[in-house]
């Protein structure tokens, strides 16, 4: 048997966390023979709540799941964390502006990052789910000294999903079917689902589906605001597909790329594609076979996708701006 794998989750009493943790501690993301500690990170007032959760997996008798430690102590939730899934953060109530979300989750990733950098092990990776999930990993990054930035990423993983099944649903065919599906800077409004690089079945999407009308305009406008339809329709966020695309990232972020193909995530630029570097951007990501991963270049960007790329790019830049007292240096 393997060692342990340890994995810090924030906001482990929340529903995207009641939905990730069952499937982590099963063994369904790290595999069969891969035993799991978890480490679930709350805030004090949810404890109660958290423990509830803590005797749920237990119940699971999970032959894989070793150790669980609720805490809502930063230093004791990162120690020796392998992978950080930062999911807890606080949700925009009525009344609240953009920018005063972004102060007050910006300070949750302050000290997350610097706990993790002072507690976690020395190949940590981190992946910020909680909103705005760019701009908090950026600070998280920049807070945790001495952590290399390639190992900082923020989901965009929902909205590639999103995207794939829509355009299934056009052409007919099963969503698997899809691929090379790139979703472009932050995870917002403004994301850019890039349908001119998708393929369906190997072949250009646009000469899959002809309708050229669709793709530039109701397609975009549903995967952006697919978030929204979902809380209108059940009254409550993505939850489960949520947490089943931050596994789907973690999968896709431990073992190597489809020859080929890519998927998305949000990372630190280094200036591809003209993105301002260090701004956290998604881009098309291959993951190599010794476990590090590569922005795919060379895509010819066209006009129709620069304009959408400049426009997501250019809100990232005004979140950091917003954020820049958290950032130090
Ligand atoms: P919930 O409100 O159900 O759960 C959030 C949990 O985080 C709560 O239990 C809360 O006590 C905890 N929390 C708050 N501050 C914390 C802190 N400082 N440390 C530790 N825990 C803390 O929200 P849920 O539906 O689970 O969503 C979590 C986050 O995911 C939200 O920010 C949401 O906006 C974001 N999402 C991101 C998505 C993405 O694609 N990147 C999609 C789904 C989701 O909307």
């Known amino acids: 048997m393997k060692d342990p794998i340890t994995v810090s989750i924030t906001g482990a009493a929340g529903q995207i966390g009641y939905a990730l943790l069952f499937r982590i501690a099963s063994g369904s993301v790290f595999g069969p023979d891969q035993p799991v500690n978890l480490r679930l990170i709350e805030i004090e007032p949810a404890l109660p709540a958290l423990q509830g959760v803590v005797m749920e997996l237990d119940d699971c008798a999970f032959p894989l799941l070793r150790e669980i430690v609720p805490t809502s102590d930063l230093a004791e939730g990162f120690r020796g964390a392998n992978w950080a899934l930062l999911v807890g953060s606080v ?17 949750i990733f302050t000290g997350q990052g610097q706990a993790i950098a002072a507690n976690a092990a020395s190949d940590v990776r981190t992946l910020v789910v909680g909103n705005p999930c760019n701009t908090n990993a950026l600070i998280a990054m920049a807070n945790a000294e001495g952590i290399p930035n390639e190992r900082f990423f923020a989901m965009t993983r929902l909205d590639e999903n999103r995207a794939k099944s829509q355009l299934a649903a056009k052409a007919g065919v099963h969503s698997s079917q899809v691929s090379n599906l790139c979703i472009w800077g932050n995870h917002s409004a403004t994301q850019y689902p890039d349908f001119v690089h998708a393929k369906i079945d190997g072949k250009p999407v646009t000469e899959v589906i002809s309708d050229r009308a669709w793709l530039e305009g109701e397609f975009i406008t549903t995967v952006q605001q697919r978030g929204a339809a979902i809380i209108k329709a059940r009254g409550a966020s993505s939850a489960a597909s949520a947490a089943n695309a931050a596994l789907d990232t973690v999968m896709a972020l431990s073992q190597p790329t489809a020859e080929g193909d890519w998927h998305s995530v949000a990372v630190c630029s280094k200036g591809e594609y003209g993105i301002e570097p260090g701004l956290i951007a998604s881009m098309p990501i291959r993951t190599k076979a010794d476990g590090s991963w590569e922005v795919v270049e060379g895509l010819e960007i066209d006009a129709f996708s620069q304009a959408k790329i400049d426009a997501t790019i250019a809100e990232l830049k005004e979140e950091r701006e917003a954020v820049k007292d958290l950032i130090p240096g």
């Open 91 to 107: 949700p925009r109530k009525a009344g609240m502006e953009r920018g005063d979300l972004l102060g007050i989750n910006g300070k």
